[in-house]
């Protein structure tokens, strides 16, 4: 059950308590509620299995990594009979850790830019969401302060009241603070971005570069532009 739960009595209540407070009609907080509820994925246990698949990931790739240095130390001849008995090659073996350790970046990059938001209390941050919008629909200020860890602003006044009045234990603060951060990145996500003005014949000065530099490479194995892996080359290399 959600902390905004259909048509529940406790809920109503706390609609009407946090309405009076505010000041606003019970049906603009309904309204602030819209779209507040996280994505399916959000749920501690996804994201326990997300950390497990990091860890797992390194760790295969650690192993990979390791096969990869003592096979080489073998003679051409044993490698030469273990590939005739089906199985891989030393460049296969560092292939696959490459592709581990890619895979390992991928899941700890989208561990980081996706933190369970509010720590562990959802409920809290869907709260701080709430005063967040209906904030946002008077136009009030959405600021954060305290003084001995009490709320100094209007918004985080709200927040703490409301948390109270949906029966949700967790720091008021955290909670506005995440909320309010969300709000400031979504504010910059829609902002055009600032292109550069360049030259046409800096444009070609750089095809020119890029184009001789390519003939000259000689790449380990096709790559995405961008992957982290060439870094690794001399750790498994």
Same mark, same amino acid.
């Given at each position: 059950?959600?902390?905004?739960? #259909? +048509?529940?009595?406790?809920?109503? @209540?706390?609609?009407?308590?946090?309405?009076?407070?505010?000041?606003?009609?019970?049906?603009?907080?309904?309204?602030?509620?819209?779209?507040? +509820?996280?994505?399916?994925?959000?749920?501690?246990?996804?994201?326990?299995?997300?950390? &497990?698949?990091?860890? %797992?990931?390194?760790?295969?790739?650690?192993?990979?990594?390791?096969?990869? /240095?003592?096979? /080489?130390?073998?003679?051409?001849? &044993? *490698?030469?009979?273990?590939?005739?008995?089906?199985?891989?090659? @030393?460049?296969?073996?560092?292939?696959?850790? +490459?592709?581990?350790? +890619?895979? %390992?970046?991928?899941?700890?990059?989208?561990?980081?830019?996706?933190? /369970?938001?509010?720590?562990?209390?959802? &409920?809290?941050?869907?709260?701080? !969401?709430?005063?967040?919008?209906?904030?946002?629909?008077?136009? $009030?200020?959405?600021?954060?302060?305290?003084?001995?860890?009490?709320? *100094?602003?209007?918004?985080?006044?709200?927040? #703490?009241?409301?948390?109270?009045?949906? =029966?949700?234990? %967790?720091?008021?603060? !955290? %909670?506005?603070?995440?909320?309010?951060?969300?709000? =400031?990145?979504?504010?910059?996500?829609?902002?055009?971005?600032?292109?550069?003005?360049?030259?046409? $014949?800096?444009?070609? #000065?750089?095809?020119?570069?890029?184009?001789?530099?390519?003939?000259? !490479?000689?790449?380990?194995?096709?790559?995405?532009? =961008?992957?982290?892996?060439? /870094?690794?080359?001399?750790? @498994?290399?």
């Amino acid at each position: 059950m959600t902390v905004f739960a #259909d +048509e529940s009595e406790q809920t109503n @209540i706390a609609v009407e308590t946090l309405a009076a407070k505010l000041n606003v009609s019970p049906n603009l907080v309904y309204d602030a509620m819209k779209g507040i +509820e996280p994505p399916a994925w959000v749920s501690p246990e996804n994201f326990h299995k997300l950390k &497990d698949a990091v860890l %797992a990931f390194n760790k295969a790739a650690n192993l990979a990594s390791e096969l990869h /240095r003592e096979m /080489r130390k073998m003679s051409l001849e &044993d *490698t030469a009979n273990l590939v005739d008995s089906g199985c891989a090659t @030393i460049g296969q073996i560092r292939i696959l850790a +490459e592709q581990l350790y +890619e895979d %390992a970046d991928y899941y700890r990059k989208f561990q980081e830019d996706n933190p /369970r938001p509010g720590g562990k209390r959802l &409920d809290a941050l869907n709260v701080a !969401r709430l005063v967040l919008n209906i904030f946002k629909i008077l136009g $009030k200020p959405i600021t954060v302060a305290h003084t001995s860890g009490f709320p *100094t602003t209007e918004y985080g006044y709200a927040v #703490d009241f409301a948390l109270a009045a949906f =029966h949700v234990k %967790a720091d008021w603060r !955290r %909670a506005a603070e995440a909320a309010q951060q969300e709000h =400031h990145n979504s504010i910059l996500q829609t902002k055009p971005p600032q292109k550069k003005l360049i030259s046409l $014949k800096g444009q070609l #000065d750089f095809i020119t570069f890029e184009l001789a530099s390519i003939q000259t !490479r000689t790449p380990l194995r096709k790559m995405p532009h =961008h992957s982290p892996w060439m /870094r690794i080359v001399k750790h @498994i290399g």
